[in-house]
T-cell receptor, first 115, second 115 residues
């Protein structure tokens, strides 16, 4: 039972265009969400997060949008760069910043940014 | 900065063999974790530790053991390896145990194949 779903295993985007990575969740108790980025042969690294009291959080080229009613969040990368090519994992936790050992990860989306 | 270091990076085991995946971090983090990632699946927590001498089971602990004798080290022991343990293993650490303040720092991963 996958509580955090990333239904697109892969996404290909042209350099300079917008990349939109989607994540859906089923547990209404989730109230804190994170995105991690993973390059091949490396461990995931934290990218950006959002709490349920917000519907948008922005950090440079990266913006995460949260739609609580739809239990959906998305990561926007604008403009996309070849160096953004990586696997992106969505993760969720409950009880506002609940314990890190309760993080639930999605299956990841492989983003390929074409030059 | 070394961060989180895992060894070995690759290993092939025969069914029934045992081995230890080593993990060490130099950030003085109290919290440490072991995850596994299977193809097409999200990261699953195997075991975690909130400090030296304290460990607890995660979502998928069967077939594994851990110890935490020092703050720096958190080895993962596989006893009687089985093909179902073929996976990529990630060690991680965090300063805080709360998702909204405890960014996870991951090692590069250890790819284990059991034949």
């Amino acid at each position: 039972d996958q509580q955090v779903k990333q239904n697109s295993p892969s996404l290909s985007v042209q350099e300079g265009r917008i990349s939109i990575l989607n994540c859906d969740y089923t547990n209404s108790m989730f109230d804190y969400f994170l995105w991690y980025k993973k390059y091949p042969a490396e461990g995931p690294t934290f990218l950006i997060s959002i709490s349920s009291i917000k519907d948008k959080n922005e950090d440079g080229r990266f913006t995460v949008f949260l739609n609580k009613s739809a239990k959906h969040l998305s990561l926007h990368i604008v403009p996309s760069q070849p160096g953004d090519s990586a696997v992106y994992f969505c993760a969720a936790s409950a009880r506002y910043g609940g314990a890190t050992n309760k993080l639930i990860f999605g299956t990841g989306t492989l983003l390929a940014v074409q030059p | 900065n070394a961060g989180v270091t895992q060894t070995p990076k690759f290993r092939i085991l025969k069914i029934g063999q045992s081995m230890t995946l080593q993990c060490t971090q130099d950030m003085n983090h109290n919290y440490m974790y072991w995850y596994r990632q299977d193809p097409g699946m999200g990261l699953k927590l195997i075991y975690y530790s909130v400090g030296a001498g304290i460990t607890d089971k995660g979502e998928v602990p069967n077939g594994y053991n851990v110890s935490r004798s020092t703050t720096e080290d958190f080895p993962l022991r596989l006893e009687l390896a089985a093909p179902s343990q073929t996976s990529v293993y990630f060690c991680a650490s965090s300063l805080s145990g709360r998702a909204n303040t405890g960014e996870l720092f991951f090692g590069e991963g250890s790819r284990l194949t059991v034949l």
